[in-house]
T-cell receptor, first 113, second 111 residues
Framework: SQTIHQWPATLVQPVGSPLSLECTVE??????LYWYRQAAGRGLQLLFY??????ISSEVPQNLSASRPQDRQFILSSKKLLLSDSGFYLC????????????FGPGTRLTVL | AQSVSQHNHHVILSEAASLELGCNYS??????LFWYVQYPGQHLQLLLK????DPLVKGIKGFEAEFIKSKFSFNLRKPSVQWSDTAEYFC?????????WGAGTKLIIKP
């Protein structure tokens, strides 16, 4: 069966520091991968999605970037964090066979101080 | 662009009450529709989905949703809620590779 992992679960970082959040999927090949930010009362904001290695689309201009160094690995990064980057970040995957049903990881709570 | 609206941000009900959460999307044509649920402290997970066929879709835990094309709606229902249904519920519609999400409805069930 498929599983999705995210780490770390929580992170507290100072303003101006770099960021790297990792997401990996097991049990499937060539998944579509997604990074979301979830804010209270605002639902899920899609940040990036990837339909293959080195195929990443950015949905929202921001201080963040994403990379997909391997088929089942998706990384969310920043060179310099802002206070406004605080939030709950979710990684998700969908497969060709599931036709867009998305499966979510446990999320990372990021606090920028 | 496709958009999704959920009418109620917070709903409070007593146990055994009936539930209906509204969801409307903006574009017509062929749509794939989803309801997801996030229980406190747990992953976001799929509750039910509509791709085609019978517009009344049944999901887990006694939930159902009805796709009404003429109203651009996909409302979630449950005849009798339980305390364990306390959660946040999200409606979503597919747009190419993505899902477009509603803002969510926080449901609190009073025991």
């Amino acid at each position: 069966s498929q599983t999705i992992h995210q780490w770390p679960a929580t992170l507290v970082q100072p303003v101006g520091s770099p960021l790297s959040l990792e997401c990996t999927v097991e049990g499937t090949s060539n998944p579509n991968l997604y990074w979301y930010r979830q804010a209270a009362g605002r639902g899920l904001q899609l940040l990036f999605y990837s339909i293959g290695i080195d195929q990443i689309s950015s949905e929202v201009p921001q201080n963040l970037s994403a990379s997909r160094p391997q088929d089942r690995q998706f990384i969310l990064s920043s060179k310099k964090l802002l206070l406004s980057d605080s939030g709950f970040y979710l990684c998700a995957w969908s497969g060709v066979g599931t036709i867009y049903e998305q499966f979510f990881g446990p999320g990372t709570r990021l606090t920028v101080l | 662009a496709q958009s999704v609206s959920q009418h109620n941000h917070h709903v409070i009900l007593s146990e055994a009450a009936s539930l209906e959460l509204g969801c409307n999307y903006s574009y017509g044509g062929t749509v794939n529709l989803f309801w997801y649920v996030q229980y406190p402290g747990q992953h976001l997970q799929l509750l039910l989905k509509y791709f085609s066929g019978d517009p009344l879709v049944k999901g887990i835990k006694g939930f159902e949703a009805e796709f009404i094309k003429s109203k651009f709606s996909f409302n979630l229902r449950k005849p009798s809620v339980q305390w364990s249904d306390t959660a946040e519920y999200f409606c979503a519609v597919r747009s190419n590779y993505q899902l477009i999400w509603g803002a969510g409805t926080k449901l609190i069930i009073k025991p």
